[in-house]
């Protein structure tokens, strides 16, 4: 089967604005870090798109650049961003708060992160529970809500100077909502959306507005947002590239990373207990049993996609799959992920894997906001619309067109993601068969 003829792509001229809906740790992490990077006071560590490389025909070739000379992303120095938050700290205030990065290095940008200032937020406390604040947009109908956010789009691009936009989700994970009849079609969620339908949640009315206003959004959190028939119809409706969801950091990563080598190596999965200590904003939100869900289930979903057990009942039909978070003040975003695997070899003789991930939650995260942003950026411009599955390789549950499974495995992943970018720009497919070298 032929593939589609590679896109037109749009050059990346002028300010890329990023709207950013919650201004709390990953949001002041990114933005702190793109102003040290502005000024050479940082490397852009962990971002493949700014250090990432992809090979271009024979490994013979020699031929490997660096993503963002191969593909033309929005440079460094064109980001502005604009942020909706409860809280009205501006984002140097909601940085110190963060307590990620050391107050010397904030002290040191404190002039661009000050000027940041969030505009007020739609908020329901029905979906985040354990947190309010006082920078909320007046009440009014969700429709109402909508148009805020979209007028707020669009003054945000006019005072900005913004060429392009796009929207990633990084404020707290709402409370767990499975799809209801009101998510069935456009029309049904533009209806529930006058009527105040509470299976309508802030994270949707903001996706809705972005992709009305045209403007790619990408899905940081757990929650239902995107992943519903109503905005996927409106993604391409409107040919807006949407993505998502929940960022891929601490502990599913490893889990992306362990679980393909024992499928590889047929090696046998008993049981793999997974628990986090955390004691950011975002610890305190999972502490309600709610939002814990959303996230729960984004958690536990990666193992049984990765290990199929049903193509492997030998190895992996049984396996016990258990994750906890707690909250823990004192431990502030160093998040630590403790993950107990036993796994059984030959003649079923068991051996365990464990693993004590002491991460750092926001610095894990910051970087794929920004390759999310710039891909989503890149895909707008290339005319892709609706369900980027190419972007899988960063988040915990990836979105995909209705009835395919996601795939996990971040090695498969990655070569999704390259071999997307080598057809952008009309280069050859590496399927990695290399029998001419030994012809």
Known sequence: MESKDSPKIAPAEGKLGVLIPGMGAVTTTLIAGIEAIKRGMAQPVGSVTQLGTIRLGKRTDNNSPKIKDFVPLAGIEDLTFGCWDIFDDNCYQAAVHAAVLDRATLDQLKAPLEAIKPMPAYFDKQYVKRIDGPNVKAAGSKMDQAVRIMDDIKTFKEKSGADRLAMIWCGSTEVFHKAAPVHATLKDFECGLQKNDPEISPSQIYAYAAIKSGVPYANGAPHLTTDMPALLEAARHYHVPVSGKDFKTGQTFMKTLIAPGLKARSLGLSGWFSTNILGNRDGEVLDDPGSFKSKEES?????????????????????????????????????????????????????????????????????????????????????????????????????????????????????????????????????????????
Request: aromatic share 14%; with cysteine; proline share 6%.
């Open 299 to 439: 958690k536990l979903s990666a193992l049984d996609q990765i290990l199929q057990p049903d193509l492997y009942p030998e190895l992996y039909k049984e396996f016990y799959h258990k994750v906890r978070i707690e909250y823990y003040p004192p431990r502030g975003d160093a998040k630590e992920g403790w993950d107990n695997i036993d796994i059984f070899g030959w003649m079923g003789y068991p051996m365990q894997i464990k693993i004590d991930f002491l991460c750092r939650d926001s610095i894990l995260a910051a970087p794929l906001a920004l390759d999310l942003v710039l891909f989503m950026d890149l895909a707008a411009r290339s005319g892709m619309r609706g369900v980027q599955e190419w972007l899988s390789f960063y988040f915990k549950a990836p979105m995909t067109a209705p009835g395919l499974y996601p795939e996990h495995d971040i090695f498969i992943q990655l070569m999704k993601l390259k071999n997307t970018l080598r057809w952008m720009r009309g280069a050859d497919l590496i399927t990695h068969l290399g029998l001419e070298y030994y012809d």
